[in-house]
């Protein structure tokens, strides 16, 4: 039986064309019903205005005559009060449909879901005053996959150490059309665990989304505001990764949660109350209930519609989403860094592993495989990779292109080997560079020509490079690669440079030349 207010609403509705699914979204009817009052509008033959003026009592007793009423006896007759306490009593996540299905094992020819609650709330109208309307929300089939945490946090997982009971944490999804849902238990709701339930829904649903619109948790979300959306970090590489587009609601906008929250709302109801039935000594015992109750859920028919969350999920959502086709995600272990220190260097695992110098005083991210570190700049953008490294020694891992100039000199200098001064050379020229290797030979051992190297190398030090690779020329084809050969050629070679200079300089009576100083 529907009060007035309903059975008004669907005729007003329907005689404007508006379809059974918006009637039966707006009133939270089944087509049955909608199918039954229009039926019923249709024989009696009174007018929409002359019913909107007859008393709301009487429009229900002429669409629903006691007679069609199904009596029941006392025993049957669901003990209101107690519902109503048991859905307000504190810490309780009961609802209606649950309590229902409880009267229902009981009493299996007991009233229908429709009946129970036009009683219920004939009840609370009644003892309790009016109930709130709520609004009904349109989705599109396979665009946006719902995520957040069950607000309940039960103790439900026995300590192995201390035999304590220790609070789990419900992580939640759903999609928004079917609603079907998927459900995971975890110690705690950090980052990795909100990664990790994020991606095995996904498995769990063979599909990705358009969206997924976690709630603005801080694992998932650095910022929101109307200006500004910063996403956690590895919420960004999994977004790249399953090419999906990650919107959380606005902050402080129930509306733009209401999905998710009502799925977390009956989860709480569905899942939570059975799984406070028992206590658990692992987390996979745990979570192996979990997966069974949520798939009873899911292929459990929906009141008044015939067909299963799951089976609307095959038939309606999924060939709406995309296919898991870029392979398994697996989380990093993230390092945020504040500022890179002046070192250049990001500690993590005992192991310093270098960044371009330029980073100092900048935020980096670093994120660790098992075989790879990647740093990431503030905007989580690719700035360098590193094999990670598992051997005592060295702790520093440094990259040659990451380093300053001077610190390379020095780094090289202190070396003292034989491919440093060759590197030098080759910058110079062919014939540079063969005078450093005949003099890096010259000697019985290659260390004791570092000297000589070192030496030429600072001579060479603000030189032009044509100067420096036409002196090494003399030495070469002179058959006299030797310090002091090369300093003598350099030294002439300059002074000429310098004479020409001079000679090229116009003559007038206030230009003073070298002789002015004597």
Sequence with gaps: MQNSTTILGIIEMRLKGISYDDCRNRYGVGNSTVNLIMTRYLEKGIPLEVLKQMPAEEVEASFYPPSNVRRKSEDIMPDFGAIYDRIHREGSKANLYFLWLRYKQEHPSGYQYTQFCHYFNQYVSTHHGSQSLRMAVERI???????????????????????????????????????????????????????????????????????????????????????????????????????????????????????????????????????????????????????????????????????????????????????????????????YFQKVPNNYHLLFDEHYYSVPFSMYGQPAFLKATMAEIRICDRNNKLVCTHRRSYTTFPKYITKTEHMPQEHRFYRDVNEKNGDYYRRWAAGYGPYTAKMIDTVLLSNQHEEQSYNSCNGILHMCSGQSKLLVEEAARLCVEGNACRYSYFKRCLKQLTERSQEKEQQKLPSHENLRGKEFYK
């Excluded at 150490?161 to 950090?190: C, N, W």
């Design 141 to 335: 089939p396979g665009e946006r996959m719902y995520i957040d945490w069950v607000g309940d946090q039960p103790e439900l997982l026995v300590d192995a150490q201390t035999g304590e009971l220790r609070k789990v944490h419900i992580f939640v999804t759903t999609v928004g059309v079917s609603s079907m849902i998927y459900a995971e238990a975890f110690p705690d709701e950090k980052l990795p665990n909100f990664v990790a339930g994020t991606v095995h829904a996904l498995d769990y649903y063979g599909a990705v989304p358009k969206y997924l619109v976690p709630d603005n948790l801080r694992a998932a979300v650095t910022k929101h505001t109307k200006d500004e959306l910063i996403l956690n970090s590895a919420y960004q590489d999994l977004e790249q990764f399953y090419e999906v587009v990650i919107l959380p609601p606005p902050a402080r906008k129930p509306k733009g949660k209401a999905t998710v929250e009502k799925g977390v709302q009956w989860l709480e109801t569905h899942l939570l109350e059975y799984l406070k039935e028992r206590v658990y000594y692992t987390m996979e015992e745990l979570n192996r209930n979990v997966r069974r109750i949520v798939d009873n859920l899911n292929d459990r028919k929906i009141q008044g519609q015939g067909f299963s969350r799951r089976e609307a999920f095959e038939s309606y959502e999924k060939p709406k989403m995309r296919p898991l086709t870029n392979g398994h995600f697996s989380p990093c272990e993230y390092r």
